[in-house]
């Protein structure tokens, strides 16, 4: 995060009845996972009842949220009985010095405790994710790997990617996922699963023993050939690319009376302009400045 990050004005904010609206017209155009992100998606007030109302729009068969686990020792029940269909916490220490250092001042053991309380309620499916940086928390990725050990959770590990709000990203600090790979096979049999068409990790099951790894390599080996995301921003904006700063601001229609045909075309235009992928625009765009912050979107 930035020091001083820009906070939208409320009005700008889709409602949770636009964001319903919205999504049963991807529903209708094949879309049928959807993942709550941030930001914080959980200091949205009352987000567990926009989590009931996507989950009962037919064509969805899950929704889920990513979050960072400050809120979750006191969410996670009602989230579960809303209809949560799975749950990743960001995790990128164990050391609580450094937790505290990388989140600006957070308690690992509120995260921890929300973890627990996740899989007390029975949240699945259940995510780490860790981004790995050269020079910050790489000794850490096997403990990290350690709390997939015996199922129950996956453990993803991500490479550093130019999305900091600070701007601190370079390839220098990038670990990739064949030297995490190479790192978690020190000390654990690891065996490599199919790839799912779509998705962003590359998982690996336990050779001895339940749970999985999953590894996200964005900056090496992009996986933007088969990507069939669509992302709505809270103001109203449809994003195609995450690694592309365009957006095709649908609010205007939405609050303009525009019917749910003209919605579709819009949508179906704006993403018929998803950028080429990540190499192509990390080859255009040497400065960076040109990829959009994480804490504005999300993953």
């Known amino acids: 995060m930035p020091q001083t990050p820009v906070w939208l004005p409320r009005d700008d904010i889709l409602t949770y009845e636009e964001m319903r609206r ?30 009931a109302l996507l989950s009962k729009i037919p064509g969805v068969h899950s929704v889920s949220v990513t979050t960072n686990g400050f809120l979750l020792p006191e ?18 220490s164990l050391k609580p010095d450094r937790f505290s250092q990388i989140t600006g001042g957070g308690p690992l053991e509120q995260v921890l405790a929300g973890i627990k309380e996740a899989k007390r309620v029975g949240i699945k499916p259940l995510k780490i994710n860790a981004v790995i940086i050269r020079g910050c928390n790489e000794d850490e ?9 015996g199922g129950g959770v996956t453990v993803r590990f991500i490479e550093y990617m130019p999305f900091d709000g600070q ?17 978690l096979r020190e000390r654990f049999e690891l065996v490599l699963e199919p790839r799912e068409s779509g998705s962003t990790a590359q998982i690996y099951r336990f050779g001895e023993g339940a749970g999985r790894i999953g590894i996200i390599t964005s900056i090496t080996e992009p996986f933007c ?57 990390l080859k255009k765009y040497r400065n960076l400045e040109h990829v959009r912050p994480m804490h504005t979107i999300g993953g």
């Open 75 to 92: 969410k996670a029940a009602a989230l579960k009985e809303a209809g949560l269909g799975g749950l990743t916490v960001s995790l990128h």
């Open 225 to 281: 050939g088969d990507c069939d995301r669509i992302r709505l921003s809270a103001d109203g904006k449809i994003v195609p690319c995450l690694f592309d700063k365009a957006g095709f601001d649908l609010r205007p229609l939405l609050r303009g009376g525009a019917s749910d045909e003209e919605l579709k075309d819009f949508i179906i235009a704006a993403f018929h302009q998803k950028a080429p992928g990540v190499e192509a625009i």
């Open 167 to 183: 701007r601190m990203w370079g390839m220098e600090k990038v670990v990739s996922g064949k030297d995490i790979v190479s790192r």
């Open 141 to 149: 990725i096997l403990d990290l790997a350690s709390l997939a050990n």
């Open 22 to 51: 919205v999504t049963v017209l991807f529903a209708s155009m094949g879309v049928d996972k959807i993942r709550l992100s941030g930001g914080e998606p959980l200091m949205r007030r009352d987000v567990e009842k926009l989590i």
